[in-house]
């Protein structure tokens, strides 16, 4: 028997954005990570749209922006 591989195909179903902020430093000196999480974006919302946004977000709460995660929920399913 021979392997073959199937196209797979994603369907996201859910895109939330987390914005990590600066938030001081630790006891032990590492940085301190706040998570502000966005829910139920546009599942079209491009990555500039997304960075944008962050920064918007560190701007109202006057926190350094350490970085942006996108975060999509969805299905993986396999293509015939």
């Known amino acids: 028997k021979g392997n073959t591989t199937m196209a797979v195909k994603k369907t996201v179903s859910d895109v939330k954005l987390q914005v990590r902020l600066n938030n001081g430093t630790t006891s032990g000196g590492n940085i301190a ?18 960075i944008d946004a962050g920064n918007a977000v560190a701007a109202l709460v006057s926190l350094p ?3 942006v995660r996108r ?5 993986l399913t396999n293509e015939e």
């Open 33 to 50: 990570i706040k998570n502000i999480n966005l829910n139920n974006l546009k599942l079209d919302a491009t990555e500039q749209q997304l």
């Open 71 to 75: 975060i999509e929920d969805g299905d």
């Open 65 to 67: 922006l350490v970085g």
